[in-house]
């Protein structure tokens, strides 16, 4: 500091005969050798300078330093002071440039945490949907576990039902074999029966008289019955089919009364459909019409092949064959026509019936107009009737 102290002493050293001139030379020399002390002390914290970390100390500490070596530079350029500012100045540059790389890499730091910023943001509103995916990928996941476990379930008792079914296609083979076997055995009976049927139409045919000494009549898949004879109307041999000669009964009766026969066979009755099929299919038959008036006067028809359907065909009367008589042909209207509930004989549908032997009995003269309340023929009223039937012997 002392000798600093003393080069301060500016009168000292001035010399010249010009009074401003001296002056102003004295200013500058004075003004140099205080820029001296300031570079002095500015040496000494050269490093502590460099190495600080605030930006704006270097970058203004250059601009100084540059703005002084000008002066400087203008004022005495060879000065020992320029030359130490000349000699700093690269230095203080090249670290000005490395501030502005510095300062650039700060800026991209700050663009980075902005961004980073953001980033977190989005992030914190992305994981709840994250975890909730994964709440559904979970639950997803249980799903497929639970699918697969039902696969497995499935083709283990798919394996199982095969087994099952393989087992049973084998008991239905055996049994189809059985029933190939039970059909022959059926046939061999069925053609046994076949035969045994003709045999007894051409022992019906051939021995068979209806006779008061025959107490029971049979046919195949019916169950036998005790005929009721008649020997006295037209001779001997005549089964009474029907009988109308007393109203104990009524012949107002549904289908299967019909078919299975009704009434009493000493007093009024009816033999039923199903065995007059019978009997008229298994051998030629014919009728005899016997009718009494209310004036006690008798008429008769008679018809040498009456033939009954069978109840597929819904009885159909099948055949009459030709007539003979003094009552009139009137039956044969009702030829090639089915047995009607109604009228209770084969009157043709939706037509005045010709014949009634099933309305009211009335031991007088009715006096009702509908057809259904009384008996008659050709229209004309009847009392009674009774229908027979007889084997014609010698038919085919």
Partial sequence: MEENKSNIQCNENISGSDPEKNWVNDSIKCMIQLLNIFFSAIEKKWLNLLTS??????????????????????????TEIAEQIAWMEPKLEKENDHIAMIEGKELQIALLESKISENDKLIA????????QDKQISMLE????????????????????KAIIKNKDDQIAMLISDIKDINRQINKKDQTISKLNKQIQVYYKMHTKYEPKIKLIRFPSLEPFKPTWDNKIAGPGWIV??????????FDKNWNAWKDG????????????????RITTYQQHELYIHMVNHNMKTRFAQYNNFVVGSVDEKYELKSLGSYKGDAGDEMRACEKSVFSVYYGLWNPYNSRPQINFNGKFYERTPTSDD???YLFWGRKCIQ?????????????
């Fill in 53 to 78: 970390t605030d930006n704006s100390i270097k970058t203004n500490m250059y601009e100084l330093c540059h703005l002084l070596s000008t002066i400087i530079h203008d004022i005495d350029p060879d």
């Fill in 125 to 132: 509103e992305i994981e709840p949907k994250i975890k909730d």
């Fill in 142 to 161: 249980a799903q497929i576990k639970l699918m697969i476990n039902e696969k497995d379930d499935l083709i283990e008792n798919h394996e199982e039902h």
């Fill in 241 to 250: 089919i029907q009988r109308r000669t007393d109203g104990s009964i009524s």
């Fill in 262 to 277: 009704f009434g009493d066979p000493n007093g009024d009755f009816w033999l039923g459909l199903e065995r007059l099929h």
């Fill in 371 to 373: 057809p259904k309340d």
């Fill in 384 to 396: 009674s009737v009774q229908m027979l039937v007889r084997p014609i012997e010698n038919s085919n």
